[in-house]
């Protein structure tokens, strides 16, 4: 354990460049990088001493961004069969159905948004059973849902714009 707690501050902005060039934005990058340390700290003694620290943290890293990104694929897929499938009425008739509608759509379309928890946030999961059902952290999981509700009111403000100037 000492060995890979005690190595990895040095490697750290190695991490931080590869997982910058491996995903698109700043905080997916860091999100990478402190998972990627988390895992290596709770597998420290699957290290073998006297092999290259770096070499196995960019593993790690690798084998986290391909898991996220095939995690990435099944909520797109989950969230156009739920686009597809779902009830669209809501209580205030067509036009919450539309706009209903055109949220969903703004959410699976920006990467930014979590549409699986977006939308079991909306059915009422706290953030603390979302972490659980999805193995993640709860921070992360606040994170995410912060980063995915400012996305879609920034989608969505072009619409409400023109509502109330309508009125």
Known sequence: MSTVADGLPDILPDLRRWAHKL????HD????????CERALRHAESFQPGSNLRTWCFQIMRHQYIDRGRRRQVARAYAA?????????AGGGQEA???LHECLSAAAANRACDLRLIVAAAAGHTNGEMAAALGLHISTVK???????RALR???RPRALLDQGAA
């Open 23 to 26: 995903t698109a934005g700043h």
């Open 29 to 36: 990058a860091l999100d990478l990088v402190q998972d990627t």
């Open 81 to 89: 069969d739920y686009r597809d499938r779902a009830p669209v009425h």
């Open 97 to 99: 159905a539309v706009m």
């Open 143 to 149: 994170t995410r849902l912060m980063r995915g509700r």
């Open 154 to 156: 920034k989608a969505m």
